[in-house]
Structure formats: C-alpha cells, structure tokens
C-alpha cells in the first residue's frame, strides 16, 4: 500500500471489486454476499437491475425463475432480500422483536402444522383453511392476519420461502441448518458483519457502524445488545485507513491501491446504467465523497420535487458517475432519458456508442 491512500485510490477499489466480471448466478449472488429486493419495476426490479451486470447473460425475472434450484434464501439481512444458505443459517433461530400473544402463537402453530402437511403453501391456502380475519398493517391499512401469520412466522425463522408465483410468496419449513442455529454468536455477528463489509466496502465508520446497527435489528435482533462488542471486532480486525479526515475500512488482505483495481475500475469505454440499490451507489454519503454530486432515490418523492427523477439510474463511465437515466417501455421501446451531473453529456466519441450499446443490453435483459 502507497504511503498516501487517496480517494481516487478508495473509488477505483468500489468500483473494481463490485463490478466483477459476469458469471453464474450462483456465483454471483455469492460474491455478492447479499442482493437487496425491491418491488417497484422501472424498467425492471432492483435485483434483476444489479445483477444483470454480474451475470452472464441474464434476462429480467431469472432470481425468481431459477430460484427454487439456487442454495439461497429470501430473508431480512441490513434490507430484505437474498443471501446465500450458508448466511441464512448464521441469522436463526431469530427472535422477534415484537412478541406474540398465546392466541396469536396458537394461531401461528396451526399455521405451521397446515404448511408441514402440505409442503409448500401459498397464501391463499392459508385464507382458505383458516378464518384469521383482517388486521391493521405497519402503514395503517388492513392485511389478512393469516397473510401477516405467514410474515411473522417466516421473519421468525420458522418457515422459508420456497418461491414465488407472479410475486407472491409461497412458504415451506425451514431447512435443518436454521433450525439448529450457529454454535457461536460471537462469531455468527462476525461473520455477517463481514459478508457487509465485502459487498460494499470500502466503508467510511460511520456506514459501518449503520450496518452492524441494522443487523443487530433486523437480521439477529436476538444479539442486538451485543452491536457494539461485534463493531469493535470489525474496527480490529478489518483493513484500514484515514484519508481526508474520513475512516475507511475494508476486508483484510485487500489493497485499494493495487493496479489492478485502477486497471478494472475504468471498464473499457463501457458505459453502466445502476440500480438504485446497487452497492457502487447505495451509500448515497460515500457516492457525493467520491463523485461531487448527490443522488437520491425520489421514487417516494412528490412528482413536483424531485430532481433526478421516479426512479434514476446513476451512470457509471470510465470509472466516474457522471450522471444518470430514467427507463421507460412504451409500445414495446426502450426509452431512455438522459441527465449529467456537469449539465451535459461528454463531448468524447466514445460515449454516444457506449450509451447506445448499454440502451442495447437493456433491451436484451428486458426480452424486448
């Protein structure tokens, strides 16, 4: 490592390291560690957007196809989404962080002796066979109970999804692993805490302690009083540095500065269109460090307000976030809407055909 680690060092390294070269879906979704899910389609949802630049001829849609043949597992990481088998495992059993009453629990086993018998449930099934009635959800609308039963007992730990149908969630038992939970919480929080810090590093400290905070809630909220032994571990044993005022970190053994991350980070003339949820971007405080600019995600945002736009994809040239795009399907055509963070697009040669061969990948991905 050079003396002085700079920030075009740090960039080039986020860069580099996230947007390996395409592969399997297995294999990416394990270097990946985790694939944040999104339901919003615009063009396509934020997991089939992020991998379909990791994976080898991917089409919108394949997760959900393939995932039934894929050692993976749909659960509440830092954010819902997937992780490897291996990961889902390290989380359960997992406590709730909300409890149940003894009416709600025999509800719930009843729930789960229908899903044993029959294998796999959707819940329909479950509406059908049981009279749960409605109740109140977390946004104040009414949800069927036996819909919330299933939600609960999956976050719990005692189902899993087995797959989905037109997106709906159909759940089965879990497997032995996550029954039989890690031997060692200890190393379990560490464990996760690493599989965060590889899909996204390099971390300032203050994104590193937000994360080992969220996993402490979300993923094993059973060892949230232990957040704070597990973020001083990390801050030990990760690689580190101070640049700018600003500390980094990293997974050890790793160098930021290596040539071959400045090699990778430029990507040819090849232009990137990312998700929203994309690690290269999805610290919106470390995407203004490196690029200068700031990105929102204004979906949620009053039409009026925003700035960039629903649901703007950043785009990523030659290693730098220049600006961004917002994709739409009409009549069966791609139309893309470009902004720059300069005001206009680059003036190089290159670019127009990179766009242009990026629109042309899109529309492949899309099966248009």
Known sequence: MPAILTLDHLRRYAVARSL??????????????????????APARAQDLTLRLRVKDYRAGDLERLYPRLAVEEDFFVNYGIVPRATHALMHPRAARKSWSKTRWAQAEAVLEFVRDNGVAHPRAVDAAFDHGTTKNWFGGNSRASTQLLDGLHRRGL?????????????APPHRAAIDGPGDPDAAFDAL???????????????????????????VPQWQGQRRAALARAKER??????????????????????RFADDAMQGDQLRLLAPFDPVVWDRDRFETFWGWAYRFEAYTPA???VRGYYALPMLWRGQAIGWANVAVRDGQLQVQTGYANGRAPSD?????????EEEHLARFLGL
């Open 304 to 306: 009026p307000k925003r």
């Open 20 to 41: 390996f070269k395409p592969t399997s879906l297995a294999r990416a979704i394990a270097k990946l560690g985790f694939v944040q899910m999104d339901p919003i389609r």
């Open 159 to 171: 189902l899993r999804v087995a797959r989905r149908e037109s997106g709906v969630r159909l759940y």
């Open 193 to 219: 805490v690493d599989v965060v810090v590889g899909k996204y590093a390099p971390l300032p400290a203050a994104t590193l302690a937000r994360f080992v905070a969220w996993l402490g809630m979300a993923a």
């Open 238 to 259: 990760l690689a580190k540095a101070t640049v700018e005022g600003v500390r980094w970190y990293w997974p050890a053994g790793e160098n930021p500065a290596s040539r």
């Open 349 to 357: 040669a290159a670019f127009k055909s990179a766009l242009q061969e």
